[in-house]
């Protein structure tokens, strides 16, 4: 009697896991996902070279697999789920499988995502060294962007002022104050026209969306640029002030349309651009730009 071969799982992966948005990709009707997350990008491994595996952050051996000319190292993890998921973050790839799935099941899967593997590591890898570009010089004549375009700092004012023309922002300290001074006087100064900007651009697409939200506050969040709550509780990240207009609204439609849809089904994205059509644009603009960039984090 010929034995049929053992079914072997999807690949399925986790929607959370399958790209790196600061907000999530259009999911499946029904998804629960009342914010939006996206990834903290810690330094990315490079695939592996032939021969010792290394160790897992758990202090486990890392198993290898060949690709052709390439050799790539993953922690495998087994649990009660019924397909095989993939994640890659700081600590390079790890799959969870079922129990009853053999290694060979998991190398051809990983086979099949190859290219998906080693582009997201290849993304990792670009992310870490964007990280190390230079930071703000926090002293007199020091720049960082103010909605998408950059202003200059220059010290020994009478009082705090704004020239939108020269885009000259003047602090009323001494020309040789403390960088920690001047970045908490400029920080100060960005929170509040944050709180006046995200106010007024979400009561102009909540009126074009016709809804109504009960509360809005900025956030510092290290894991996401804004939320909404099934409550009406919207929050944003202080930090998109130094994203152009367009980035602002973006989020502000992202996060009012989750009160007509509380989740990122194709009906969500259809609600964002029913009232912001150029999203797709702005949405690529925040991923290109991950948060640990951003002056003043």
Same mark, same amino acid.
């Given at each position: 009697?010929?034995?049929?071969?053992?079914?072997?799982?999807?690949?399925?992966?986790?929607?959370?896991?399958? +790209?790196?948005?600061?907000?999530? *990709?259009?999911?499946?009707?029904?998804?629960?996902?009342?914010?939006?997350?996206?990834?903290? $990008?810690?330094?990315?491994?490079?695939? @592996?070279?032939?021969?010792?595996? $290394?160790?897992?952050?758990?202090?486990?051996?890392?198993?290898?697999?060949?690709? @052709?000319?390439?050799?790539?190292? &993953?922690?495998?993890?087994?649990?009660?789920?019924?397909?095989?998921?993939?994640?890659?973050?700081? =600590?390079?790839?790890?799959?969870?499988?079922?129990?009853?799935?053999?290694?060979?099941?998991?190398?051809?899967?990983?086979?099949?995502?190859?290219?998906?593997?080693?582009?997201?590591?290849?993304?990792?890898?670009?992310?870490?060294?964007?990280?190390?570009?230079?930071? %703000?010089?926090?002293? +007199?004549?020091?720049?960082?962007?103010?909605?998408?375009?950059?202003?200059?700092?220059?010290?020994?004012?009478? =009082?705090?002022?704004?020239?939108?023309?020269?885009?000259?922002?003047?602090?009323?300290?001494?020309?040789?104050?403390?960088?920690?001074?001047?970045?908490? /006087?400029?920080?100060?100064?960005?929170?509040? *026209?944050?709180?006046?900007?995200?106010?007024? #651009?979400?009561?102009? &697409?909540?009126?074009?969306?016709?809804?109504?939200? #009960?509360? &809005?506050?900025? =956030?510092?969040?290290?894991? /996401?640029?804004?939320?909404?709550?099934?409550?009406?509780?919207?929050?944003?990240?202080?930090?998109?002030?130094?994203? $152009?207009? =367009?980035? %602002?609204? &973006?989020?502000?439609?992202?996060?009012?349309?989750?009160?007509?849809?509380?989740?990122?089904?194709?009906?969500?994205?259809?609600?964002?651009?029913?009232?912001?059509?150029?999203?797709?644009?702005?949405?690529?603009?925040?991923?290109?730009?991950?948060?640990?960039?951003?002056?003043?984090?």
């Amino acid at each position: 009697m010929q034995k049929s071969p053992t079914p072997r799982p999807n690949a399925a992966l986790d929607n959370r896991q399958l +790209d790196l948005p600061l907000f999530a *990709e259009p999911a499946p009707v029904g998804a629960p996902d009342a914010a939006s997350p996206f990834l903290e $990008p810690p330094p990315s491994p490079s695939p @592996g070279k032939p021969g010792k595996a $290394p160790l897992a952050p758990d202090g486990t051996r890392l198993r290898t697999v060949a690709l @052709g000319a390439r050799t790539l190292h &993953y922690q495998l993890k087994r649990s009660s789920r019924k397909s095989i998921g993939f994640a890659i973050d700081g =600590s390079g790839l790890s799959i969870t499988a079922p129990r009853w799935v053999t290694l060979a099941d998991i190398e051809t899967a990983i086979a099949e995502k190859q290219r998906w593997i080693f582009a997201k590591l290849a993304e990792w890898q670009t992310r870490t060294e964007q990280r190390a570009l230079p930071r %703000v010089n926090w002293g +007199d004549g020091a720049q960082l962007p103010f909605l998408g375009k950059p202003v200059t700092v220059k010290l020994g004012a009478a =009082s705090l002022a704004f020239d939108e023309e020269t885009r000259v922002l003047v602090l009323p300290l001494p020309p040789h104050a403390d960088a920690q001074q001047i970045k908490d /006087r400029v920080t100060g100064w960005l929170q509040a *026209e944050a709180k006046r900007i995200f106010g007024e #651009r979400l009561d102009v &697409y909540a009126a074009k969306l016709g809804v109504a939200f #009960r509360s &809005y506050a900025l =956030s510092s969040a290290a894991t /996401r640029w804004g939320s909404c709550s099934s409550e009406g509780r919207i929050r944003l990240n202080w930090r998109l002030i130094h994203f $152009p207009l =367009s980035v %602002v609204d &973006y989020v502000v439609a992202h996060e009012l349309a989750h009160l007509r849809e509380m989740n990122h089904s194709p009906r969500f994205w259809e609600t964002v651009e029913s009232i912001f059509p150029e999203f797709r644009e702005a949405r690529k603009a925040l991923k290109q730009h991950p948060p640990e960039m951003v002056p003043g984090m």
